[in-house]
Structure formats: structure tokens, C-alpha cells
């Protein structure tokens, strides 16, 4: 059982329409992260949060909004995407940015009409 | 430019023999490399990992060997079960500053019964 929870596991969405996916861990991590893996593709960074602060930002388009309220929850809000952002959205956490390894979740796939 | 490359796409290997697991890196300035193992619908899970003061680390069946020179890393599973049956991505960072992972392509293995 993964200790680092993602919802929804799956998730259809239009273009013009507003989401979220939503990330949560108890292992009490002060670093949180987003990924994104196309089909056949390695996981690429999106984002990176420490203690509750976004300290790495990839050059991902605005349309993805990352925030984290507290030190347990991670979200990442969807709007206006493009089909090309269709891909499974990987959350991870690691005792600290400096403390390795990352746990990931299972994901969260994410087709775009 | 893929700095971190696993040459082989597929391996396919009989129950209670080895597996060896490659991966190549470019960056002379990694120094954390780390395996990830990925069943279809989960995120991947944490292996084993190594350190470029180390140029072995084992866990149970797992053995991870590091070659700087050659900038090379194998992943030896011994011996090899049904369950292992998955991908396998190789990951490497820097440090400071080790958040950032770099996945290779992954290999997709088969233990055969």
C-alpha cells in the first residue's frame, strides 16, 4: 500500500472546465512534489514544495496551479488545458528536499477532451 | 538530450536466475542514483539507492553497483521471482540540491515461471 494517497485515480475533463487533483501524505514530509509522465515516458518535475512553500517552479505553463495548505496535503489545480497535458500526474514526498528518497502515489490519469 | 539512458526497453529472465538491470549517465555531476520499480496503474516504488562514495549498496536480493568512470549503473536482482515482473526506471540527482531526479526510459522486466 503506497503511503502517499493521490485522488481521483482517474479524471475526464474538457478543456474549459476547472479541477483538481489532490495529494496527501502522513509520513509527516515537509517535501512534496508534482510529476508528470507521458505514455512510454520517464516522470519529469512540475513542482516542488517545501514546508508548505513552492521553492521550484519547471517552466510549467500557468495553467497548472499548484498549492499546498498544510504540511499533509498537496493540490494541483486544473484549468483551460490542452489535450497535449493529458498524462498521469505523480505525486511524491521525501522526508525533507535534502532527504532522499521520494515516495510516490499511484497517480492520477488525466485524459483532456 | 537524455542524460540518464536504459538501453534495454524489455529483459525477460527465468525464475531464480539473475537479473541485471542497466543504466547510463552523461552528467559528471550526478552523484545519487537510485532504482524505482513501477507495476501498471501504481506509482513507483523506491528500490534501493547509491551514493557516489559507494560503488555497491545491497538490500535482500537487491544489489546496486556503480561504475563513475564509466559512468554506469546495474541493478542485480537475485534471484529473480514472478512478482519482480515490472519496469524499472534508474533515476540520478546532484547534491546539493538532490529534489531533482532524472529518470531514465525504464526496462521493462519478465520473470518467466
Known amino acids: 500500500d503506497t503511503e502517499v494517497t493521490q485522488t481521483p485515480k482517474h479524471l475526464v475533463m474538457g478543456m474549459t472546465n476547472k479541477k483538481s487533483l489532490k495529494c496527501e501524505q502522513h509520513?509527516?514530509?515537509?517535501?512534496m512534489y508534482w510529476y508528470k509522465q507521458k505514455a512510454k515516458k520517464p516522470p519529469e518535475l512540475m513542482f516542488v514544495?517545501?514546508?508548505?512553500?513552492?521553492?521550484i517552479n519547471e517552466s510549467v505553463p500557468s495553467r497548472f496551479s499548484p498549492e499546498c495548505p498544510n504540511s499533509s496535503l498537496l493540490n494541483l489545480h486544473l484549468h483551460a488545458l490542452q489535450p497535449e497535458d493529458s498524462a498521469l500526474y505523480l505525486c511524491?514526498?521525501?522526508?525533507?528536499?535534502?532527504?532522499?528518497?521520494?515516495?510516490f502515489g499511484d497517480g492520477t490519469r488525466l485524459s483532456i477532451l | 538530450d537524455q542524460q540518464v539512458k536504459q538501453n534495454s526497453p524489455s529483459l525477460s529472465v527465468q525464475e531464480g536466475r539473475i537479473s541485471i538491470l542497466n543504466c547510463d549517465y552523461t552528467?559528471?555531476?550526478?552523484?545519487?542514483f537510485l532504482w524505482y520499480k513501477k507495476y501498471p496503474a501504481e506509482g513507483p516504488t523506491f528500490l534501493i539507492s547509491?551514493?557516489?562514495?559507494?560503488d555497491k549498496n545491497e538490500d535482500g536480493r537487491f544489489t546496486v553497483f556503480l561504475n563513475k568512470s564509466a559512468k554506469h549503473l546495474s541493478l542485480h536482482i537475485v534471484p529473480s521471482q514472478p512478482g519482480d515482473s515490472a519496469v524499472y526506471f534508474c533515476?540520478?540527482?546532484?547534491?546539493?540540491?538532490?529534489?531533482?531526479?532524472?529518470f531514465g526510459t525504464g526496462t521493462r522486466l519478465k520473470v518467466l515461471a
Open positions: 509520513m509527516g514530509h515537509r517535501a
Open positions: 511524491a514526498s521525501s522526508q525533507e528536499v535534502r532527504v532522499q528518497p521520494q515516495h
Open positions: 547509491i551514493s557516489s562514495i559507494k
Open positions: 514544495y517545501s514546508y508548505e512553500k513552492l521553492s
Open positions: 533515476a540520478a540527482s546532484e547534491t546539493p540540491g538532490t529534489y531533482k531526479y532524472i
Open positions: 552528467n559528471s555531476m550526478f552523484d545519487y
